[in-house]
Each structure stands twice: as C-alpha cells, then as structure tokens.
C-alpha cells in the first residue's frame, strides 16, 4: 500500500523561510517521478517542482524556480522542498505526489497517480 505523508508546513512571514517534507512508503522513490504540487480553494491543482533522481534531474515552475529547491534522500525514502524568499502568494495547500518514470518528466498532474493528504503552507505580508 502507497502512503505519502507530508509534513513541515506551517505559517511564516513573507521573505521567510519553509521545509516541507514527504515521507513515502510503499513505494521505491528512485524509479519514480516525485513532484510537489499546490492548491488554492477554487483553483486547479498547480504543479511546483519535480525531481527524477536516477537522471539527475530537477524540473521548477517558473513562479517557483530560484526560490524553491526539490531534494531527494532515496536512503530515507523522503522527498524534501526547500521554500526560500516566500510570498503571500505561495499560501496554499502542498501535496506530495508520485508518478511511474514513463514518458515526459514534467508537472503534469495526470503523470502523478499517488498523492498524499496534503499540508498547509500561509505566508502573511
């Protein structure tokens, strides 16, 4: 049984600092695509970063990328998102996700069938 359970979120002021961590089971992360997606009340789920570890590879959506940083420790089975110079945009709902390493490595959301519950990230100004 698949479990990804999320962790880390919490509320911060704008330009501070979160690590948000996903800790998976059930699963072996390296042969996977592991992504962190986000979601707003009324808006559709949008993806933040993925990270392909057996390429090497890291993939940033383009309101994230230079702030956010995705890290993978396969030893520990955990999928980590360092989130730096936060804005009150970023407040959102942050889901752990895990998809097979088939096809095109991006944020698709129809690429990832395994989601965790989710945890809560405010940034106030």
């Known amino acids: 049984q698949v479990q990804l359970v999320e962790s880390g979120g919490g509320s911060v002021q704008a330009g501070g600092s979160l690590r948000l961590s996903c800790a998976a089971s059930g699963l072996t992360i390296s042969r996977m695509y592991m992504a962190w997606f986000r979601q707003v009340p009324g808006k559709e789920r949008e993806g933040v970063a993925c990270?392909?570890?057996?390429?090497?590879?890291?993939y940033y959506a383009d309101s994230v990328r230079g702030r956010f940083t995705i890290s993978q420790d396969n030893a520990k089975s955990t999928v980590d998102l360092q989130m730096n110079s936060l804005k009150p945009e970023d407040t959102a709902m942050y889901f752990c996700?895990?998809?097979?390493?088939?096809?095109?490595?991006?944020?698709?959301?129809?690429?990832?069938?395994?989601w965790g519950q989710g945890t809560q990230v405010t940034v106030s100004s």
């Open positions: 990270i392909y570890s057996r390429a090497g590879a890291t």
């Open positions: 996700a895990a998809g097979p390493a088939l096809g095109v490595f991006d944020l698709a959301t129809r690429r990832y069938n395994y």
